[in-house]
């Protein structure tokens, strides 16, 4: 799945720098994206030591997908997809991007998001999705 996102981020860069007029042709620089998500509760009842059946799956973080979107939110750029521990990190053009849920919930907390991207620079966004379980 990482290598079908790097995949169209590269080729998205490489359409982007395509599209330059000949004489003014420019290098797309690259910045990152990186933060953790998480989600929860997944069950009803929290207990410490978590509950191992009560922590984030892949199928979890597949149902919440977090998309990148043009500033304007009108075209897809990435989609997020975190490692089992939340954590995640994307290349991106430099610029500024729209962060949302792909399906509208009231549950994410700190989205939409609005971040900009410079060139070799790490942005940071964590993101919190309550599930509304209780």
Same mark, same amino acid.
């Given at each position: 799945?990482?290598?079908?996102?790097?995949?169209?981020?590269?080729f998205?860069?490489?359409?982007?720098?395509?599209?330059?007029?000949?004489?003014?042709?420019?290098?797309?620089?690259?910045?990152?994206?990186?933060?953790?998500?998480?989600?929860?509760?997944?069950? $009803?009842?929290?207990?410490?030591?978590? &509950?191992?059946?009560? *922590?984030?799956?892949?199928?979890?973080?597949?149902?919440?997908? %977090? !998309?990148v979107?043009?500033?304007?939110?009108?075209?897809?750029?990435?989609?997020?997809?975190?490692?089992?521990?939340?954590?995640?990190?994307?290349?991106? $053009?430099e610029?500024?991007?729209?962060? &949302?849920?792909?399906? *509208?919930?009231?549950?994410?907390?700190?989205?939409?998001?609005? %971040? !900009?991207?410079?060139a070799?620079?790490?942005?940071?966004?964590?993101?919190?999705?309550?599930?509304?379980?209780?």
């Amino acid at each position: 799945m990482k290598e079908i996102i790097k995949f169209g981020l590269l080729f998205f860069a490489i359409l982007l720098n395509w599209s330059c007029d000949e004489q003014q042709m420019q290098t797309v620089e690259m910045g990152f994206l990186e933060g953790k998500i998480t989600i929860g509760p997944l069950c $009803p009842v929290e207990s410490v030591p978590p &509950d191992p059946a009560c *922590q984030p799956t892949q199928e979890t973080y597949n149902t919440w997908p %977090i !998309v990148v979107w043009t500033k304007n939110k009108i075209t897809k750029v990435a989609i997020i997809v975190p490692e089992l521990n939340g954590g995640y990190k994307i290349d991106l $053009p430099e610029g500024t991007y729209f962060i &949302d849920l792909d399906k *509208q919930h009231p549950f994410g907390k700190n989205l939409p998001a609005t %971040i !900009v991207i410079k060139a070799y620079e790490t942005s940071l966004l964590d993101i919190n999705i309550d599930t509304g379980i209780r």
